[in-house]
């Protein structure tokens, strides 16, 4: 009698006729990120002072402010900042109250971390940080990815960025296929500015709609040494097949170092 393959929650099973053959394998399970932080990396961290399998975990203010740096399997350089208490992704209303951390400046400052998987300095305006919208994010714990852009994505900020100003626009052509709002924050550190209370407090109708947001965060250069980022937001838009995956704007290959 032939086996029958079904999906029981995120377990595949076996079944011949009504008897169960064998577990085979876990798909897609939506809290995998959230276990290796909760269960491995910050026990590990706290017994022995090492944060693996995770790069590295900061709980310096507890739990509840903590992160972690984990390396992504996806790619060489992808690294994830998630945090050490649990939040479900860019739609956790958490994220906007007054003093909540700034994950975004911790973000940034990670990316030491590609430059080292990557074994050599990257350029402030080859590096990009993402977040995705719970439409389109495959993990219900906030993760942010950070990695090199997409070499179409670069082109298009050095060719635009005068364009890019201190308030919320479209940015003049679609990034990677699909359109963002933009707007530039100078500065070279995020202490003062959060992305999620920039679009929520920026973007009409964002705050009542974060679900369906994305944001990437991409270093960029204003001249005249004038060095600061590039907000980008989307949102989805399910009847013309836009999911919001702003960490398309990444390249998990690094074409940008000639890869």
Same mark, same amino acid.
């Given at each position: 009698?032939?086996?029958?393959? /079904?999906?029981?929650?995120? #377990?595949?099973?076996?079944v011949i006729g009504g008897g169960m053959c064998w577990w085979l394998h876990r798909i897609n399970h939506r809290d995998d990120l959230?276990? *290796?932080?909760?269960?491995?990396?910050?026990?590990?961290?706290?017994?022995?002072? %090492?944060?693996?399998?995770?790069?590295?975990?900061? &709980?310096?203010?507890?739990?509840?402010?903590?992160? !972690? #740096?984990?390396?992504?399997?996806?790619?060489?350089?992808?690294?994830?900042?998630?945090?050490?208490?649990?939040?479900?992704? $860019?739609? %956790?209303?958490?994220?906007?109250?007054?003093?909540?951390?700034?994950?975004?400046?911790? @973000?940034?400052?990670?990316?030491?971390?590609?430059?080292?998987?990557?074994?050599?300095?990257?350029?402030?305006?080859?590096?990009?940080?993402?977040?995705?919208?719970?439409?389109?994010?495959?993990? %219900?714990?906030?993760? $942010?990815?950070? %990695? +090199?852009?997409?070499?179409?994505?670069? =082109? =298009?900020? !050095?060719?635009?960025?005068?364009?890019?100003?201190?308030?919320?626009?479209?940015?003049? !052509?679609? &990034? *990677?296929?699909?359109?963002? /709002?933009?707007?530039?924050?100078?500065?070279?550190?995020?202490?003062?500015?959060?992305?999620?209370? &920039?679009?929520?407090?920026? !973007?009409?109708? @964002?705050?009542?709609?974060?679900?369906?947001?994305?944001?990437?965060?991409?270093?960029?250069?204003?001249?005249?040494?004038?060095?600061?980022?590039?907000? /980008?937001?989307?949102?989805?838009?399910?009847?013309? &097949?836009?999911?919001?995956?702003?960490?398309?704007?990444?390249?998990?290959? +690094?074409?940008?170092?000639?890869?």
């Amino acid at each position: 009698m032939r086996c029958a393959a /079904l999906v029981a929650g995120a #377990i595949l099973l076996i079944v011949i006729g009504g008897g169960m053959c064998w577990w085979l394998h876990r798909i897609n399970h939506r809290d995998d990120l959230w276990h *290796h932080v909760n269960d491995e990396c910050v026990p590990s961290q706290q017994a022995y002072g %090492d944060p693996a399998p995770c790069a590295f975990v900061a &709980l310096g203010q507890g739990i509840a402010r903590g992160f !972690v #740096i984990y390396k992504d399997q996806v790619g060489k350089t992808q690294f994830l900042l998630i945090p050490t208490r649990k939040i479900s992704g $860019i739609d %956790d209303p958490s994220l906007l109250l007054p003093g909540a951390p700034n994950y975004w400046a911790s @973000a940034w400052q990670a990316r030491a971390y590609v430059e080292k998987a990557a074994w050599r300095a990257i350029p402030w305006d080859d590096i990009g940080l993402a977040i995705n919208s719970a439409v389109t994010r495959s993990q %219900d714990q906030l993760h $942010i990815h950070i %990695d +090199c852009i997409q070499p179409d994505v670069h =082109a =298009a900020l !050095v060719k635009y960025i005068g364009n890019v100003g201190a308030i919320w626009a479209r940015f003049p !052509v679609p &990034l *990677h296929g699909v359109p963002y /709002l933009a707007r530039r924050i100078v500065a070279t550190d995020l202490a003062a500015e959060d992305p999620f209370k &920039l679009l929520a407090t920026g !973007v009409p109708g @964002a705050a009542q709609d974060m679900r369906d947001q994305t944001l990437a965060l991409i270093g960029a250069d204003f001249g005249g040494g004038e060095k600061g980022f590039v907000l /980008l937001a989307g949102r989805a838009d399910i009847a013309k &097949l836009r999911f919001a995956h702003a960490a398309n704007l990444l390249d998990h290959s +690094c074409k940008l170092l000639g890869y």
